[in-house]
């Protein structure tokens, strides 16, 4: 018998669900078989050849993997439509196509559409060609939900089945990403972090005050990226356990909708950032709350190197922030459809991240400097986002409290800068789905769920 703790493949920091995480070639092979589908109202152009090739490469993978999964036999979808949007003639399940700037299923008649002028050129434009394929397996995976009777049409909530369809993506995506997929491949590191950027760009819009929560939503991105984690990682019986409970529990009360005189921003200051450090003292205690200093430009340390715009060093127990940096991270992008959706928790996170170096050394026996601390750090910092999530008052008298789209903002700092999964010298791990995933384990889980997946 051997001693130790058994540690599980997912939480290994250089994998991606089980998978070497590497760069590489991502998008249609150069050999790729010919499409086994035909297209309706095509222009024979590249954004119709892409669809064409996902759903066909779709269709081979779910032949074989349906009947692994679930009852009956796999049934594809009765025809593929591609339309231009500004033209004026064109129906698509049973509505019309003119200015419908969509990629869906349609229920009524078994079939999948897309608008090829306008958003697929311009998420392909974002992304890379594997935003198209990651959109149609979404839109296939409403298809095989239905086939599957796990969505019910008049009786599933939108939200749900929205999600079910991302898990089954993810299940397909891993298939490619394991390199079977005779049609494209994806790498586990920039290739998937391109097609997750592509998920936090397709998120709903914030629910206003006057909003009905659950009415035609498809989730946030931190929902809808979560959903598809779980299809790539742990396989498609894990979409069957997508439901309203599950998504009910999974949300737990962390904030989907805007309250009254909220924006869901606050401006990043000198006043703020000592605010969510207040705040963090209250939030953790430590024996030792760090310092402060605005001065990032003279301040030096002996033993971890700067990461800004937030740097904490362990032998002055101080925070260094660069303040007009910070402030630029925490700048909501102008293009709110298709941006990485930053914000000012995109900063704050960052900020926290660093102050939660001081209380893993608190805790004693960590080690600060590898890859399981970075990871280690952006668990800790998904617990931090449920803890202030609940609102903190602070000494004199000033409130921090998370709001609806904070989730998704530090999710948009975790794929593109990584620092709140950054370990004490503010280096990260390479994939953006291992940040994504190890801070969502700790939103949904607490301080000991982190230190023994990441001791």
Not at 42 to 55: F, H, K, N, Y
Not at 315 to 330: K, R, Y
Not at 333 to 352: E, M, P, R, V
Not at 432 to 447: E, K, M, P
């Amino acid at each position: 018998m051997l001693d130790g703790n058994p540690v599980s493949v997912f939480a290994d920091p250089f994998r991606v669900g089980g998978l070497q995480a590497v760069d590489g070639p991502t998008g249609l092979r150069p050999d790729a078989p010919p499409p086994t589908r035909e297209v309706d109202g095509t222009d024979g152009g590249r954004i119709d050849q892409l669809a064409a090739q996902s759903v066909s490469d779709l269709e081979a993978f779910w032949t074989t993997t349906y009947p692994n999964t679930f009852d009956g036999e796999f049934r594809p979808a009765k025809s593929l439509l591609s339309w231009d949007p500004g033209r004026l003639r064109g129906k698509f399940c049973d509505s019309r196509t003119f200015l419908l700037v969509n990629a869906a299923y349609c229920y009524l008649d078994n079939t999948i559409g897309w608008d090829r002028r306008l958003l697929l050129p311009a998420l392909r434009s974002a992304y890379g060609d594997m935003a198209i394929t990651m959109v149609l397996a979404h839109e296939y995976g409403h298809a095989i939900a239905r086939t599957a009777g796990i969505t019910k049409r008049r009786q599933t909530p939108t939200l749900v089945a929205e999600q079910q369809a991302d898990c089954l993506a993810g299940v397909y995506l891993r298939w490619v990403a394991q390199g079977d997929s005779p049609r494209f491949t994806l790498s586990t590191g920039d290739g998937l972090n391109g097609v997750l950027a592509a998920m936090l760009a397709l998120r709903d819009p914030l629910l206003g005050p006057d909003e009905t929560i659950g009415n035609n939503e498809h989730g946030s991105a931190f929902e809808r990226i979560s959903a598809f984690q779980f299809g790539f990682t742990d396989g498609a019986g894990s979409c069957k356990a997508i439901d309203a409970k599950e998504i009910e529990q999974r949300r737990g009360e962390l904030p989907v909708q805007l309250q009254q005189d909220e924006t869901g921003e606050v401006p990043v200051s000198e006043e703020s950032v000592r605010l969510v450090v207040d705040a963090m003292n209250i939030a953790f205690t430590p024996a030792e709350p760090p310092k402060l200093t605005f001065d990032a430009a003279t301040a030096s340390c002996s033993d971890a190197r700067p990461s800004p715009p937030a740097s904490y060093c362990p032998a002055t127990n101080t925070i260094a922030v660069d303040l007009p940096a910070l402030q630029t991270m925490g700048t909501p992008s102008k293009d709110q459809k298709l941006a990485t959706l930053s914000g000012d928790n995109t900063a704050y996170s960052a900020l926290i991240s660093r102050y939660l170096q001081r209380v893993q050394i608190e805790h004693g026996g960590l080690v600060l400097d590898n890859a399981a601390a970075a990871l280690r750090t952006a668990c800790l910092t998904g617990v931090a986002t449920t803890r202030l999530s609940q609102g903190v008052t602070t000494s004199n008298g000033g409130r921090i409290a998370l709001t609806a789209g904070d989730l998704d903002e530090a999710v948009a700092g975790l794929l593109t800068n990584g620092l709140a999964a950054g370990d004490i010298n503010g280096e990260s791990v390479p994939a953006g789905f291992s940040r994504i995933d190890a801070y969502r384990t700790g939103v949904l889980g607490d301080f000991d769920r982190c230190l023994a997946r990441f001791p």
